[in-house]
């Protein structure tokens, strides 16, 4: 079901009865089928501050979730939107064993746990969504709420004409980090939500997602993970999930072998991103390639003037031995983005 549509009966419950619509302060989604034992609770992220349009993307990326998190044969196939009560009483008659809940925007975790634990939820995902000039800051928990634990968090800050691209890639690794997925399966099945032309893309990250859940415990093939993701990467360079897995490997990697491979995977990708053309130069400052490095920092500078790290870094480069350069570097970028912080850490450290 798309964003835009909405449901035109009500499917009965898993008694037979469809539970009665009632009222609630901060309603939420509520996507079941009529022989499932699971549900998928979407709580709208929060309505941001000073842009009263955050809410209605805040029910759009609650509905792709619920889309995403249907991918799994455990939970829903066919969802439906229902006004349910966040109290115990309303969700008893489904006789519900396990659920996946995805909060409104930034509850205390008591109320979390308290309402994920009511119907019978083990994870819950918690969502922050705030409006900052064209971009989006667009953050994630994930809670285990039988043990109180942080299990995992993102947090990122996208375009507007990408945030619900950037919700299918935070959904699918959600999934493969804490259900165990069918990784072709999920590739087929994702195009039905992210249309065809990304096909390619996401059945090259599920593989790499599958290589990775199978070594667990145990050395990953990273040539391998990179070729996966470099072909992810390749068939849709506006993929953010491969890009950030490419950034995590190339800080954790201590093979040269790899490093280079990951050079050579972005060199083939057009610069669509400002991240992409930065982790390539990471990876050619790594391998010692320094010129090269200071050429891809300077394609990312031609393509996105408005960069700042790419400036800092550049200037970085360019002025290894004098500190008081780098810093003019440093300031020249911050008067292009002055809200980064991360800018600022780096002068400081």
Partial sequence: MSSDEQPSS???TLSGEPP???ELEGDFGWYMDADADIVVACFPFGAGVGEPQIAQVGRQLAETFAQIFRLHSAFITVPQLLLV??????LEHTRIRSAFAVFHSLP???????TARSFGARLAVTGRLLGEGNDFLFGVNV???ERNLLLGC???QIPRDLLLDAVVDIGTHLLRRFVAVDADAMARQVSEIVGTRKLVAYTNWALACELQRRTLGEQVDERRLVERLGFALGA???FLAPLQALVQLLEQTEDDRVLAQIARSLAKIPISRPATGLVRAEALRRQGEVELAREALQDVIDQHPHTAQAHYLLGCLEEPIRPGAAL???TEAHLLDPKRSLYKEKVNH
Wanted: hydrophobic residues 30%; glycine residues 0%; charged residues 25%.
């Fill in 10 to 12: 009500v499917e009965p």
């Fill in 20 to 22: 009665p619509p009632l």
């Fill in 85 to 90: 009560s966040e109290s115990v009483e309303s």
């Fill in 108 to 114: 205390q975790t008591r109320i979390v746990r308290q």
């Fill in 143 to 145: 809670l285990d709420v």
């Fill in 154 to 156: 993102t947090q990122v």
């Fill in 236 to 238: 849709d360079p506006l």
């Fill in 328 to 330: 003019r570097h440093f």
